[in-house]
């Protein structure tokens, strides 16, 4: 089946640090892919998406590339705030029909001063 | 931008009660998916609709059911309330399924049972 893996956390940085967050996934067929990124009491909020191999998607100084050779979606981001902290998703959609999405297991950033 | 509302967004039932949750998508989204997070854990898909018609099922207890109405709100009833279904239910929208379509999640509603 469908399965998104992600890193654990908490990944704990310096305001400034740069930030990978790995994701893989296994899927069939080309699944659209996204990230997510939950605050503190909050829904969930889409950062970005690809939908298709080589692409890259970016939002708000984050990026990420749909890597279908490696199966891969990791998020970066090139110097993080204090205001980035959060739990961030990595999530798969099928690529036809009304698909749920499908998470990873979230990952918990924490950046101090 | 007008965003996908949930209501309440905090509820408190004790065991073997009812609870109803409502959402309202964003204006002009015809799909409406429904989530539920447990403490620290990923969001589960529960069930969708597109147009009034339900477009997949996922793990969604017998207990439970939802619909689409007309204006495209949703409602997801929860009966026999269990411990277990403390948790924080996500409601998302979208512009149809498309895989190319993301979709859009509101606050949440804390559901905790007593």
């Known amino acids: 089946g469908n399965s998104v893996t992600q890193m654990e956390g908490p990944v704990t940085l310096s305001e400034e640090a740069f930030l990978t967050i790995n994701c893989t996934y296994t899927a069939t067929g080309y699944p659209s892919l996204f990230w997510y990124v939950q605050y503190p009491g909050e829904g969930l909020q889409l950062l970005l998406k690809?939908?298709?191999?080589?692409d890259k998607g970016s939002n708000k100084g984050f990026e990420a590339t749909y890597r279908k050779e490696t199966t891969s979606f990791h998020l970066e981001k090139g110097s993080v705030q204090v205001s980035d902290s959060a739990v961030y998703f990595c999530a798969l959609k099928k690529s036809t029909g009304f698909q749920k999405l499908v998470f990873g297991t979230g990952t918990r950033l924490l950046v101090s001063p | 931008a007008a965003g996908v509302i949930q209501s309440p967004r905090h509820l408190i039932k004790e065991k073997r009660e009812t609870a109803t949750l409502k959402c309202y998508p964003i204006p002009r989204h015809d799909t409406v998916y429904w989530y539920q997070q447990g403490p620290g854990q990923d969001p589960q898909f529960l069930i969708s609709f597109y147009e009034k018609m339900q477009s997949d099922k996922g793990s969604i207890p017998d207990r439970f059911s939802a619909q689409q109405f007309s204006d495209y709100h949703s409602e997801l009833n929860m009966s026999s309330l269990e411990l277990g279904d403390s948790a924080l239910y996500f409601c998302a929208s979208s512009f149809g399924g498309g895989a190319d379509q993301p979709q859009h999640f509101g606050d949440g509603t804390r559901l905790s049972i007593l």
């Open positions: 690809a939908t298709k191999a080589d």
